[in-house]
């Protein structure tokens, strides 16, 4: 089983934070920073386990993450699973975020929480993992996409038009295009393949 | 109404979007709590208003706050509104929300329960598929109840995406609601053989969970098991079926010797490390399980420790890390396999890795040997001076003191090494583990009677250095092998060489910055030593010399009754009026040494650590009868202790005669140990070990050592173990010399004789004779102390309840319930109050069988309609 899904960046922001074991909210934070401060330590070259996940469910349960870039993913997993075979899942999980945000960055995890939430949930269903093949998830995700589309989305029509507006007008528009800095983008990834 | 709706969707363009409030936060990094709080107010705004969409974009910035810690509790109804919304886009933002805010103490979830019915039960597969995502994460025990028979139904859906989703959230189902799993258990096993890979691969990973937690319910799938294992390509898979393997062999050691070939043939053929892994894995665990009675598979484990090698000497820190992970498993049980890789393991304590190290360290703990524990350690000592960051080090001190005293100092054959290593830990700066050494020290001292004096001479020697006084309040923790070393020197002082020069060590003044724990340990064993001092005097007849050792107490002695510690105070005044005592009776001449020395006469043995709680309960001695009777409940709160004291004096004199009453007594023993003969948690009477051992009375029959002198035991100043490591291989070289010389003659005579042998002799660990004869005390035990391992199950496992036999058929009445109308609810309520017991005895096997094909039939044709 999988405990919880941990997506932050190089300075413990977390981009996304998915629990499958009851955490109060409290816990949840800490559980966050502690890991962050865990995975901040190990350098780039070394193993992507960690054991004493104390926080979590003792000694049965291992930290494994990968780091991109600026981000960084851990999986807090029981010892049912296969090691090597999470880090393969985290692997499917971020190309198949590349593949639906088309060149993911750490932008698209911020400002699409929700989406990014939505392309797990077919990947992982309730700790358990439910699909490995990732052309099946990605197509998944485009029925639901195209089906969200036909309902007129979230904002419909108008008020996509008044948010563009609303984006060209505002004088902060500059700063925000600043923060993506390009080192941002994921790079290369098939070397992890 | 036009107007209000025109007037809504005007309202609903200024609304911020998850995006705006994103972008919001980021652009007041300042005030980001204030802002947010503003932000809240807003929602709180958005989700008064009758627009669902409008409801849904607020529900979908709270997910976000929720995220970054704030509490969303407050909005579960408004959640449950926009997951009832008919638009896909709206339900997937309330689910979303739901499954990460909801758990079993929300309130409003029992609303859920008809709308998330209703989606699993939409035409539209992506509703059904979000509910389900959504239920899998706030499942509790009441939706379980009723919504698990529409989830069974689901799980022969023609869409093979609905299919595999209801599967795996049955694993849930079953942890909330354990008396789903017999009805549903043919369903889940029939979709191990799904046309779709995927739901195949739920099915197994459910089956997997299942059986992790109570193998043995689920060893009668192992032959479908195997034959997906040779058929399946799915790697994903393969491994869950190999594990789950790993965990049914120890139960069933058949099916073990059945798995070696087709494994050693992945191991063979497979190209992805993660399968080669997972298959290394479970044949260790087949090895495992048929090492008891089995001829030895020397062929698999060579090949495991030879892939497990390749692995660990892989660039990849990761695969590095799983073969040290799996060597140790190894370790266990195939030990000399392991140990010559000795060399790999030790190269794997110089990696920059700390978590590869530590693995390395646990290793090493497993593959020491008499022959090569000096060696090992030797290297570990090297370790702990290059290891910078004092937690690694510390880690490595206590593995060195781990590894030396694992199963009571098995492996040690030089003690006198042992504490030299003891001493030269003691240098190191900064570490937590003081105690840990001093404990070490003493136990060492005590129980391993040769030692003593060598002991003693290095404990003072530590008493005498100046080190570990420095700054003792800074070193918290190193200074505490200083209470071992005084109490060491204390109570062993006949074998000191020089006890004056250590008595004036123990007065410095430095001693008061030490700990007051440590220096009441120092005051009460400068008497000890004081004593065995006066006693040489007295005997020398040196009454001078006594006088000045008793002036010398009374000059420092004050010292430690000034201290600020209790008890070096308490302790120190007494010793003061002793000892001036003492010095007016050698005024006059008297001869004192006897009796001071006869406060300390005795010795003190070792006793162990769990003596106390194995104190057996007398016969007769009920702890749990009342020696009162039990107050009624129904005398009110003020009443009460007025109440105690009058009857307490009433009934005793009535309630003694029948306690008194002998017939009783012998009833109630009888009656008890019947109790105690069927309670699987009492451990009976057995005669242990310790028991024999506590028969034998005194002290006397444990031998007293004879040192061999091979070793020099004054080693001048303070010892390098590593002498010791060179004089115990001069010492090991010599033994084999002789052994050789008589193996010749063995031989010899053997050839004479015209005799044969047909084994070889081999030098194994006992062929190392020890430097010392060496006796260690066992820890003393209480008289009739009950040999104990109590291992209670925690009686909240979650687990625990999925514990239930499947093979049995299934009952009518454990069926799962239908919900459709109300009225059903009542004619099920009294079949909840059947124990399972009684349910599995009811067998109307066939019937059931033919009903639910019929049922499925119906299903099958409407859906063709």
Known sequence: MIQAILVFNNHGKPRLVRFYQRFVKEIQQQIVRETFHLVLKRDDNICNFLEGGSLIGGSDYKLIYRHYATLYFVFCVDSSESELGILDLIQVFVETLDKCFE????????????????????????????????????????AQNRLEKSEGGLSAAPARAVSAVKNINLPEIPRNINIGDLNIKVPNLSQFV | ???????????????????????????HKEDEAKYISQCIDEIKQELKQDNIAV?????????????????????????????????????????????????????????TTNQIRKDLSSPSQYDTGVALTGLSCFVTPDLARDLANDIMTLMSHTKPYIRKKAVLIMYKVFLKYPESLRPAFPRLKEKLEDPDPGVQSAAVNVICELARRNPKNYLSLAPLFFKLMTSSTNNWVLIKIIKLFGALTPLEPRLGKKLIEPLTNLIHSTSAMSLLYECVNTVIAVLISLSSGMPN???????????????????????????????????????????????LILQCLDDKDESIRLRALDLLYGMVSKKNLMEI???????????????????????????????????????EWYISILVELTRLEGTRHGHLIAAQMLDVAIRVKAIRKFAVSQMSALLDSAHLLASSTQRNGICEVLYAAAWICGEFSEHLQEPHHTLEAMLR??????????????????????????????????????????????DRLPQFVQSADLEVQERASCILQLVKHIQKLQAKDVPVAEEVSALFAGELNPVAPKAQKKVPVPEG????????????????????PRAVFHEEEQRRPKHRPSEADEEELARRREARKQEQANNPFYIKSSPSPQKRYQDTPGVEHIPVVQIDLSVPLKVPGLPMSDQYVKLEEERRHRQKLEKDKRRKKRKEKEKKGKRRHSSLPTESDEDIAPAQQVDIVTEEMPENALPSDEDDKDPNDPYRALDIDLDKPLADSEKLPIQKHRNTETSKSPEKDVPMVEKKSKKPKKKKKKKKKKKKKKKKKKKKK
């Not at chain 2, 509104?81 to 929300?97: C, H, N, P, Q």
């Open chain 1, 103 to 142: 060149n993911v960055c750490e932008l698209d995890l911020i400002f699409h929480m929700d989406k990014v939430h939505y392309i797990l949930q077919e990947v992982v269903m309730g700790g358990m993992v439910l699909e490995t093949n990732m052309n099946e998830i990605v197509a998944q995700i485009e």
């Open chain 2, 509 to 554: 003044p430095r001693v008061t910055t030490l700990p007051g724990h440590i220096q009441a340990v120092y005051v009460q064993n400068v008497v000890k030593l004081y004593a065995s001092i006066l006693q040489q005097k007295e005997q020398a007849r040196e009454a001078e010399g006594a006088q000045a050792v008793t002036q010398l107490m009374v």
């Open chain 2, 621 to 640: 001695l009920d702890l749990d009868a009342w020696i009162n009777e039990p107050l009624s409940d129904s005398e009110s709160e003020d009443e009460r």
């Open chain 2, 377 to 415: 350690v030797k290297k570990l000592m090297t370790h702990v001076d290059k290891a910078e960051g004092t937690t690694y080090r510390d880690e490595l001190l206590t593995k060195i003191i781990d590894i030396c005293s694992q199963s009571n100092y098995q492996y040690i054959t030089n003690f």
């Open chain 2, 297 to 343: 598979h020397s062929a698999s484990i060579q090949l495991c420790v030879q892939k497990l090698r390749i692995l660990i000497e892989d660039s990849d820190q990761n695969l590095k890390y799983l073969g040290l992970l799996a060597m140790s498993k190894i370790l266990k049980t195939h030990p000399k396999s392991v140990q010559s890789h000795k060399d």
């Open chain 2, 1 to 27: 109404m036009a107007l209000k709706m025109v007037k809504g969707s005007i309202d609903r363009m200024f609304d911020k979007n998850l995006q705006d409030l994103v972008r919001g936060i980021r652009n």
């Open chain 2, 55 to 111: 409801k849904a974009n607020a529900v979908c910035k709270l997910t976000y706050l929720q995220m970054l810690g704030y509490d969303i509790s407050w909005a579960a109804f408004n959640i449950i509104e926009v997951m009832s919304a008919s638009k896909f886009t709206f339900k997937r933002i309330g689910y979303l929300a739901a499954s990460q805010s909801f758990h079993e103490g929300t309130d409003v979830i029992m609303l």
